[in-house]
């Protein structure tokens, strides 16, 4: 089985993926969004919010 | 937006349970029960975890609380960014010595020890190196990434994932309480957890409950080092798994194996560097520093009530046999070996 056959195999797991470990269809979209976060949680800080 | 609507009742349920427990139930079991407070260490985070457990089983049929549930990681992998600021590029770079020596050493004995062990009991090979590299690196993440390569159907990622996680609340429960029968330091306590603990987020929550000074925060510091240089190890071991598979090693192509570690690559680590980046420019003011940690540790607290939501005790039972073995086998083979080298070499 080469990587193509393989990765096309699990196509049918992303239901899979989701269901077990998070909101978003991949691993990377969930970084992204986890940094954007962080980002807006630190520009209030920056901003004054105090908690 | 119609996601976001979804989501919206079990983020509330994880917001409300944070802060139940961080205001009212950690403060009385401190003031009430010492032994649990201090020996068992039934802190903020440790009870996030276990009330999310509990949630996970009383809700078992609520698809509405588990929408909320889901975007635990995220809020962990944002805490985790925010965390970054808490040190400086001279701290990463004087524990980061030590976690790069222990930890190649132990995702490499692990992953091949795995590989070694399939082999022994003839488990499918699929299954095998999914287990391989969520025992050697970091887990659910590291398996989820694992099983595209490895071409594992959906049934084996989830037996492997049922194996880390029952592994991990295994790991949750007594590392702390270990850690304190043994007065390990911080240091040792974080070195110990960051190598030992199989999943990512188990390593977060038993860091935290162990943490003696939560002002300082050195035992998730130490921690969290460590957990980032194996999760950094990910892409290599994905190129690895793929030769491991390929039956022909032809058909990985230098572009593809290039494209491959770039995939693979955790991208959070950057948003984490650049934290770090702001606080070795000064950047931030101390009353700024302080209200970072203080979300830091609410991230955490509401990413670990959709944690333990997430445990669910049904999968975990299904998990039998073969996998069962080679993840126990693991976990606790990584556990004694890296106490043992906590103690000589970090003493």
Known sequence: MNLQESRESFHGNDEVEGRALSLFRTERTEDVVAMVLAALLVLAVLAGLRV | ?347
Not at chain 2, 31 to 40: I, Q
Not at chain 2, 177 to 188: E, F, I, Y
Request: charged letters at 10%; one cysteine or more; glycine letters at 10%.
């Open chain 2, 1 to 347: 937006m119609k996601k976001l609507l979804a989501i919206l009742p079990g983020f509330t349920l994880l917001v409300c349970s944070a802060l139940l427990i961080r205001l009212g139930l950690e403060p009385w079991i401190k003031n009430h029960w010492k032994w649990g407070f201090e020996v068992l260490h039934l802190n903020a985070m440790m009870l996030s975890f276990l009330w999310g457990i509990i949630l996970g089983n009383l809700l078992s049929e609520s698809a509405w609380a588990f929408h909320g549930a889901r975007t635990s990681a995220m809020i962990l992998k944002a805490g985790v960014v925010i965390m970054g600021s808490l040190y400086s590029f001279r701290e990463i770079g004087k524990i980061g010595q030590t976690s790069l020596l222990m930890i190649s050493f132990f995702v490499f004995s692990t992953f091949f020890f795995v590989l070694w062990l399939g082999k022994i009991l003839r488990v499918q090979p699929s299954l095998t190196g999914v287990m391989a590299c969520g025992c050697g690196i970091c887990g659910v993440s590291a398996e989820i990434a694992a099983a595209p390569i490895m071409g594992a159907s959906a049934s084996q990622l989830a037996y492997c994932i049922g194996v880390t996680l029952g592994f991990g609340v295994v790991e949750v429960l007594t590392y702390p309480a270990v850690g304190t029968l043994l007065t390990l330091s911080s240091h040792q306590f974080g070195a110990w957890a960051g190598t030992g603990i199989l999943n990512s987020a188990q390593v977060l929550a038993v860091a935290l409950a162990f943490e003696i000074d939560p002002q300082a925060l050195k035992t998730v510091k130490v921690a969290e080092i460590f957990n980032i240089t194996r999760v950094l190890f990910l892409p290599f071991l994905i190129l690895i798994l793929a030769f491991y598979i390929s039956s022909s090693p032809n058909v990985l192509q230098r572009k593809n194996s290039g494209k491959l570690v770039m995939e693979k690559f955790p991208l959070f680590i950057i948003g984490f560097l650049c934290m770090t980046a702001l606080t070795s420019g000064n950047s931030f003011k101390p009353d700024q520093l302080a209200s970072l940690r203080s979300l830091m540790l609410w991230c955490f607290s509401l990413g670990l009530v959709g944690l333990g939501m997430r445990t669910d005790f049904d999968a975990i039972r299904q998990t039998g046999g073969k996998p069962l073995a080679m993840g126990v086998a693991a976990g606790l083979l990584k556990t004694a070996a890296s106490l043992a080298a906590v103690l000589l070499f970090l003493g």
